[in-house]
């Protein structure tokens, strides 16, 4: 964009332009951190208008350690626990039964393979949001509904990330298959032993994908949860919303709360996300 | 091996679709009552079709996306191009202009609605420099005509990360002979620009209009959490109308009919970006 004759004065530029577009874009966040350090409520709000919405003189975590304590006004605790649990039952649940659904579509010697992944794929084009009254009735009826196995089983297949697995299975070279299989190895000892520890990147892959759409999750727990049993994180805090005065200094360490484990997450497996943004990218 | 994933398809995504369809010609309601459900033809998507509620919820969902791809979409174009260059710490930056996109709608809401906060957040001091103190304070997300863009604001903010990968990718699949060509030509970087990085980004333009369509039909969290629809409705969606329907008023064959309309949609649009992408080869 800036013409310049010199490589290093266009490069400085760039990394002055980058600088300041990053703290721009990432300004909202600083202020929601420094906030949930601020323990009045009503300071937190007068602060946002001036610098010093960037700035806490007297850090406190008693906003944290108030909402993990169940006797506060908000028992986040429990919420965040819920929201760990239904993210590892549906990362677990999830890997192994895509994982298992994009081998056998991949390597798999029955009849009507293709027609069988044609149909799989072509399930990407039902938007979730379009279904969720109908899936309510039929999670109630199967008496799913209110608990954590009602978050958990909708969202453990999927065609993408079976179409994923897929993928990465059709490339591993066919000599391997055949050698792998060529001592009587039956398709699950294959898949376990030999697939599985070969597919870290898909695998990975998924799991961020998965675990970012579970941690976020809000439409269909705010339909299934009546009480706080197995509500998410993301529905309790939607729910101070609701109330007519809010605690902004419990609010934001609420936001905290539920922002830290996936950055610890986006953290762990940053190398493999812009890839995966790619793949998931182009089927929609 | 296949049976746990095509079971959980069947149950959970196949079946609630294909009920949507039953549920829609039937005066299902959420609880269950006495009486048996009763077909009733046609009739909910006549009410839908007729209703102004609905076909408001429609055209904010129009406006919203009209407003919301040049806001996302350049913004994204732009971050994306600055990345690609020969930057130090690219992939720093590149972890970092992502965060937005891990942070759930639900925190972006909570920051935004300081950031929105009447008459003294940072939207309105922004609003007070930029006029010389000429503007008064706007209530953002209570003032009819400006809520919408309010909305388009924060969640293009969320969201422009997924665009801005797909630029990335897109970007990198330009040859860079044709720059050396150009520069050869003693083009400047401005006609560098029109006239080999846009129709080189052809095909991406495609894909990413259409993604960020498909998503701004789907609005509903921020629309919830922030406005409920109001004020005066200019914030309505599809989805927040389905959910209404369905969940308050408890009318699940009203909802169902709201969904087909739904899908119908996104199909249509999902159908419109395979006929582009197949012409343009991806």
Redesign the interface.
């Known amino acids: ?3 310049s004759q010199n490589g290093v004065s266009l ?1 400085t530029v ?2 002055v ?2 600088i300041c ?2 703290l721009i ?2 300004a ?2 600083v ?2 951190f420094v ?1 949930s350090l601020k323990t009045d409520r009503f300071e ?3 602060d ?3 610098w010093r ?1 960037f700035w806490v003189s007297t850090p406190s975590f008693d906003n944290f350690a108030e909402i993990m304590s169940f006797s506060g006004p908000y028992g986040f605790a429990r919420y965040l626990v819920n929201s760990l649990i239904i993210l590892v039952g549906t990362l677990g649940l999830g890997i ?3 994982s ?2 994009g ?3 991949a390597r ?1 010697s029955m009849r009507g393979r293709a027609a ?1 992944l044609a149909a ?1 794929i072509s ?1 990407y ?3 979730q ?11 109630t009826r199967m008496g799913l509904g209110d608990g954590f196995l009602a978050q958990i ?2 969202w ?2 999927n ?1 993408i990330y ?1 179409f994923i697995f897929y993928q990465f299975f059709s490339q591993i070279p066919i000599e391997i298959h055949e050698a792998a299989t060529l001592d009587g190895t039956k ?2 000892q294959a ?1 376990r032993y030999v697939y599985m520890p070969m597919s870290v990147p898909a695998t990975a892959t998924v799991a961020i994908l998965m675990g ?1 759409e579970s ?2 999750q ?2 269909w727990p ?2 299934i949860t009546q009480t706080s049993y197995a509500r998410p994180i ?2 309790a ?2 729910a ?2 609701g109330n007519d005065e809010i605690y ?1 200094n419990y ?2 360490a609420a ?1 905290v709360t ?2 830290i484990p ?2 610890i997450f ?2 762990l497996f ?1 190398r493999w ?2 890839s995966s ?2 793949s998931s ?2 089927k ?1 | 091996m296949i049976a746990p994933a095509i079971l959980l398809l069947l149950t959970f995504l196949v079946a609630p679709f294909l009920l949507s369809f039953w549920t829609a010609m039937t005066n299902q309601p959420l609880i269950p009552r006495p009486v048996p459900v009763q077909f009733v033809g046609f009739r909910n998507y006549e009410r839908i079709l007729t209703d102004d509620d609905f076909w408001q919820a429609v055209w904010n969902v129009v406006r919203f996306t009209l407003m919301v791809i040049p806001v996302q979409c350049g913004l994204a174009l732009a971050l994306a191009m600055l990345l690609n260059a020969a930057l130090p710490f690219r992939n720093f930056f590149r972890g970092v202009m992502f965060l937005p996109q891990i942070t759930s709608m639900v925190v972006v809401c909570v920051i935004w609605v300081t950031i929105y906060q009447y008459p003294s957040g940072p939207a309105n001091q922004l609003v007070h420099i930029l006029s010389f103190g000429l503007l008064d304070p706007v209530d953002w997300l209570a003032e009819p005509s400006v809520a919408m863009p309010a909305l388009v604001v924060l969640s293009a903010w969320q969201a422009y990360g997924f665009q801005m990968i797909i630029y990335l990718a897109g970007l990198q699949s330009i040859s860079e002979d044709l720059y050396d060509a150009a520069k050869l030509d003693g083009a400047s970087p401005l006609r560098r620009f029109w006239h080999v990085t846009m129709p080189g980004l052809r095909p991406t333009h495609v894909l990413v209009l259409l993604v960020t369509t498909i998503q701004a039909f789907k609005l509903y969290t921020q629309v919830a959490i922030l406005t409920q629809g109001g004020p005066r409705g200019t914030t309505d969606t599809i989805v927040h109308y389905i959910v209404e329907a369905g969940f308050a008023r408890g009318r699940l064959g009203a909802a169902a009919a709201g969904s087909v309309i739904l899908f119908v949609l996104v199909l249509f649009i999902t159908l419109i970006q395979r006929r582009a992408l197949r012409r343009y080869d991806v």
């Open positions: 964009m800036f013409k490069r760039q990394l332009t980058a577009v990053s874009l990432i909202p966040l202020m929601l906030a937190i709000m007068a946002m208008g001036s919405a192994i039964f895509c298992m659904a081998y056998v579509l798999g069988l799989v399930l084009i039902i938007p949001e379009s279904i969720m009254m109908p899936l309510l009735l039929i999670v089983l909708p453990a297949a065609p079976i398709p699950f898949w970012i941690w976020n809000y439409l705010v339909l993301s529905v805090i939607a101070i919303f902004w609010a934001m936001s539920m922002m996936i950055l986006y953290m940053q996300f812009v943004f790619i990218a182009v929609g």
